[in-house]
C-alpha cells in the first residue's frame, strides 16, 4: 500500500480519515496538526516564552519535540517544568528521561517538587488521607497540586503561555468527567482559545487535536523515549473507566472519539464566557470560587 501524499510504503492508516501515510509524512502531518491548532486559536504569539509541562510520558516528550521544531521559527524560548509528585518506584525514572530528553533539545529543564510548594509528597498526603477516611481519589488530589504546581512553576520562570500535553483522548474523557460530576461551567473553560489570566499567563493544550495512539506513534518512529509504566495509582480514577467505554466504543465505531471531540469544541464554545473569574481569598491564585480548590485540598491532605 503506497502513502497518498508521496507514493513511498504507507506504514499507518488513519481511521478517521482513510489516509494511508508513510512514516515521514505521518510525521509531518502530526507537526501540521499541531501548528494548526495553535494558529486556529491564537495560542503562542511571536517571542513568547513557553512553559512546556513534562512528565516524562510520551504526551508531554512528544508536545516538546514538536513546539521544539515550532518554537525555532517564531522566536519562542522553551522552559520544560517537571512536577515532582512525589510517588515513590515510579517518578524517579521519568524525572531522569525528562531531563536527558530536555538536555538533548537543549531545552530548559526545570523540576518543581509537591514537597517544596506543598510541604507534603503525593505519597504522604495519600497517608492522610486514608488515616481520615477520606473519600478523595489519588488523581483529584494529585490533579488539584499538579495544576497549582505548574502555574506557580510557569511563573518562577517568567512564562507568558503554559502548554500542557493533553491529547484528543483526555480531552474527551474530561467532558464527560466533568458532565458526570455536573459540573457544565467547566466546559466553557475546555475551549481551546486561552484564557488571559489576570497576571497573564495563558494556557494552552496544542495536542487536543491529536489521538492518543497517533501520538505513541509518532514518538515511535522519532524515537522519542518515554516512561511506558503506569502510576501505581492510576487505576483509582474514574478516567479510567471513562476510556475504557471510549476506547471500546471507537473500537466499534472508527472515528467516533474525533467526531465526540468536534462536539464538544462546539458545546464549549456555547458555554463560554460563563465561567467565573475570581482571587481566592487565601492565595490570591485565579479561581472561580473564594477558595480555590488547591487551598481546600491543603486543608484536607496536607501538614504543615
Ligand atoms: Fe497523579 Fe493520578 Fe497521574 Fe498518578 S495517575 S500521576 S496519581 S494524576
Ligand atoms: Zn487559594
Redesign the pocket.
Known amino acids: 500500500m503506497k502513502c497518498i501524499r508521496c507514493s513511498e510504503t504507507a506504514v499507518y492508516r488513519r481511521v478517521y480519515s482513510g489516509e494511508l501515510l508513510c512514516a515521514t509524512c505521518f510525521s509531518s502531518s502530526i507537526v501540521m496538526k499541531v501548528a494548526k491548532t495553535i494558529s486556529q486559536y491564537s495560542m503562542i504569539e511571536y517571542g513568547d516564552a513557553i512553559a512546556v509541562g513534562v512528565s516524562g510520558g510520551k504526551d508531554s516528550l512528544t508536545l516538546l519535540y514538536i513546539l521544539n521544531i515550532l518554537s525555532k521559527k517564531h522566536n519562542n524560548r522553551l522552559i520544560a517544568i517537571t512536577i515532582d509528585?512525589g510517588?515513590s518506584n515510579y517518578r524517579e525514572e521519568s524525572l531522569a528521561i525528562a531531563s536527558e530528553f530536555s538536555k538533548a533539545l537543549g531545552v530548559e529543564h526545570r523540576i518543581f517538587s509537591y514537597k517544596e510548594l506543598f510541604n507534603n509528597t503525593?505519597d504522604e498526603m495519600l497517608i492522610i488521607r486514608d488515616t481520615n477516611s477520606l473519600k478523595l481519589s489519588?488523581?483529584s488530589i494529585?490533579?488539584t497540586f499538579?495544576r497549582r504546581a505548574l502555574d506557580i512553576a510557569a511563573s518562577k520562570v517568567d512564562a507568558d503561555v503554559l502548554a500542557t500535553a493533553h491529547n484528543l483522548d483526555d480531552y474527551v474523557q474530561t467532558f464527560f468527567m466533568n458532565v458526570f460530576a455536573g459540573d457544565i461551567d467547566r466546559i466553557g473553560f475546555m475551549h481551546p482559545k486561552p484564557i488571559r489570566y489576570a497576571r497573564g499567563l495563558r494556557k494552552i493544550k496544542p495536542l487536543i487535536s491529536i489521538y492518543e495512539n497517533e501520538i505513541i506513534f509518532y514518538a515511535m518512529i522519532n524515537n522519542i523515549p518515554f516512561q511506558a509504566d503506569q502510576?501505581p495509582?492510576?487505576n483509582e480514577?474514574i478516567r479510567n473507566d471513562i476510556r475504557r467505554f471510549l476506547n471500546s466504543l471507537e473500537k466499534e465505531h472508527a472515528g467516533i472519539k474525533y467526531n465526540m471531540f468536534n462536539s464538544i469544541l462546539k458545546i464549549s464554545e456555547m458555554i463560554k464566557g460563563n465561567e467565573k473569574h475570581k482571587k481566592c481569598n487565601i492565595c490570591n491564585m485565579d479561581s472561580s470560587m473564594d477558595i480555590c480548590s488547591a487551598c481546600k485540598m491543603k486543608m484536607l491532605v496536607t501538614k504543615i
Open positions: 509528585e510517588i503525593l489519588s488523581c494529585c490533579g499538579r502510576c495509582y492510576m480514577s
